[in-house]
């Protein structure tokens, strides 16, 4: 049974940083390309950050790059996702799943974990 599992959301004032956990379970974890999604009051979830099944190549939307950074430990088939200089427009909830093409066509999803950076 798969299982996705993210946390270490949380308030955080503008300019702040966190970083955000994805405990998976029921993959074969380094096969798999990963990402990290958002969805913010009001909008549609979005792609934020990938990494694909390398481990080493990453793509990031525009309103991120640089700011953000995908990561994961295999050993503990865990993804990751490091925010610095957070904005206000970062709110809302975080989601790791992997990344496909047609991702917006993904059933299954975890809890994700709220991000709110205040201004």
């Known amino acids: 049974q798969v299982q996705l599992v993210e946390s270490g959301g949380g308030l955080v004032q503008f300019g702040g940083s966190l970083r955000l956990s994805c405990v998976t379970s029921g993959f074969t974890f380094r096969r798999y390309p990963w990402a990290w999604y958002r969805q913010a009051p009001g909008k549609e979830r979005e792609l934020v950050a990938t990494?694909?099944?390398?481990?080493?190549?990453?793509n990031y939307a525009d309103s991120v790059l640089g700011r953000f950074t995908i990561s994961r430990d295999e050993s503990k088939d865990t993804l990751y996702l490091e925010m610095d200089a957070l904005k206000p427009d970062d709110t809302g909830v975080y989601y790791c799943?992997?990344?496909?093409?047609?991702?917006?066509?993904?059933?299954?999803w975890g809890q994700g974990t709220q991000v709110t950076v205040s201004s």
């Open positions: 799943n992997t990344f496909r093409l047609d991702w917006a066509s993904i059933a299954d």
């Open positions: 990494l694909y099944s390398d481990g080493i190549n990453t």
